[in-house]
């Protein structure tokens, strides 16, 4: 197994995530509310959701994406305690972005890129 580096834009989509179980739509939807911007390409969400299985903060059940509890926390830690969504987001960025996981798993998710799609034309 290799060690594995989150970015920026991977702790961004982490955190979109609501309370698990969450659809790959309410992701994308919180994602581009907070940070107001367009949904992440099909690469860039694949490539999250894959990082996050293979450390095991993500699994997936069902077409829905579950973050473990544990890690759900350490997301969110800032949540009271930061002036908004975005500081509190910049928190757990910040103790986050490129450090070295260990795999653990190989895992990928499922999500085609024809399913993708077909979720991001009913978000619009």
């Not at 961004?12 to 995530?17: G, I, N, P």
């Not at 309370?19 to 690469?43: C, G, H, M, Q």
């Not at 830690?77 to 969504?85: F, I, L, Q």
């Amino acid at each position: 197994m290799k060690n594995i580096r989150f970015n920026n834009l991977d702790a961004a989509l982490l955190y979109s995530f609501p309370a698990p179980p969450s659809d790959l739509a309410k992701i994308v939807w919180y994602f581009t509310s907070t940070n107001r911007t367009y949904p992440p390409t099909f690469e860039q969400i694949t490539n999250c959701l894959n990082k996050g299985m293979r450390v095991g903060i993500i699994r997936e059940d069902g077409g829905l994406f579950v973050i473990d509890d544990i890690w759900y926390g350490k997301i969110h830690m800032a949540d009271d305690s930061a002036g908004n969504e975005i500081e509190a987001m910049m928190e757990f960025q910040d103790g986050f972005v490129n450090v070295d996981f260990n795999e653990t798993t190989d895992a990928t998710c499922s999500l085609t890129e024809a399913d993708y799609e077909s979720m991001l034309a009913k978000l619009r």
